[in-house]
């Protein structure tokens, strides 16, 4: 089919040709334009999105750094003292590839919970174990705050656990030198003026975990002179307390039936933490009269 020449009606001379306005095609940026482009992003422009702040994690630390923060209060703290305490399923660093300890925080506070009901309670570490157990130590309660031996202090009696059963777990020589840092002499000594006795088995001599904490509260005192000979006022104390409890509570101690004989072991148990506080308060006054 032929094209038709398409008419041109003739204007005036020396017009101007009209030129349609051209369209703008509208060109939509990508969020990360501007920034791409180095210009300033609008912080109202919704179709940027900046992403959040990575949350920071506080850096762990290795056996050697921890033991660094905790000389500040515990002079006596040493790396073989953190195995120890982990050896005893006291707390549970991560390890990295390598088998190197790497200790959080959480860890941090937890063995300053665990050496302070060592040092201000004396508390044996089956014992302290279950005080974690319970949420001692956890945030709010008081324990990593300042003056929390005083606190303790003042605070209603501790109760013991008094057992009817077996000793308990046995440590050898070597295990209680290590968590004592006493010597060999002075455990001796100690067994020579009857601090401590020990149980002899094929030809070795183990401890259970209360004489172990005895070896350990006499260690610290043998740094301020205090000798075996010197202890033997703390023995004869505790037998004359013994001898009162026994007078108190023998007739249930004695009997045969269990619930019976139970209910004066927990009499036992409330009685001894209540001797034990009163002996405190006293020993307290008197040393208050020393100083005046």
Aim: hydrophobic share 35%; aromatic share 4%; with cysteine.
């Amino acid at each position: 089919m032929a094209m038709q020449p398409t008419k041109t009606t003739p204007g005036p001379k020396n017009a101007t040709p009209v030129v349609a306005p051209r369209k703008e095609s509208v060109r939509t940026q990508s969020p990360g334009a501007e920034r791409q482009a180095g210009l300033p992003i609008a912080k109202d422009n919704p179709l940027v999105s900046t992403p959040p702040p990575r949350p920071r994690t506080a850096k762990a630390l290795t056996i050697g750094a921890v033991c660094q923060i905790l000389e500040r209060e515990f002079p006596d703290i040493t790396i073989s003292k953190i195995r120890y305490l982990e050896g005893e399923k006291l707390l549970s660093p991560r390890r990295t590839p390598g088998g190197y300890r790497l200790y959080s925080a959480a860890d941090v506070e937890r063995l300053q919970t665990i050496l302070r009901l060592q040092r201000d309670e004396f508390l044996p570490l089956r014992v302290i174990r279950q005080e974690l157990a319970a949420g001692r130590g956890a945030e709010g309660d008081g324990s990593s705050t300042e003056g929390s031996a005083d606190s303790a202090a003042a605070s209603s009696p501790r109760r013991v656990e008094i057992s009817m059963q077996s000793r308990g777990a046995l440590y050898s020589v070597e295990s209680v030198l290590e968590y004592s840092g006493a010597s060999r002499e002075l455990l001796a000594e100690l067994e020579e003026y009857g601090i401590i006795s020990g149980e002899k088995r094929k030809g070795e001599r183990y401890y259970d975990d209360i004489e172990r904490e005895v070896v350990l509260a006499v260690s610290k005192l043998a740094r301020y002179g205090v000798e075996g000979r010197n202890l033997r006022i703390f023995r004869t104390s505790a037998e004359r307390e013994v001898t009162l409890l026994r007078q108190i509570l023998s007739p249930k101690l004695r009997s045969r039936n269990p619930e019976r004989r139970q209910e004066a072991v927990d009499a036992l148990e409330n009685l001894t933490s209540v001797a034990s506080h009163l002996k405190y308060l006293l020993l307290v006054r008197e040393l208050r009269e020393l100083v005046q």
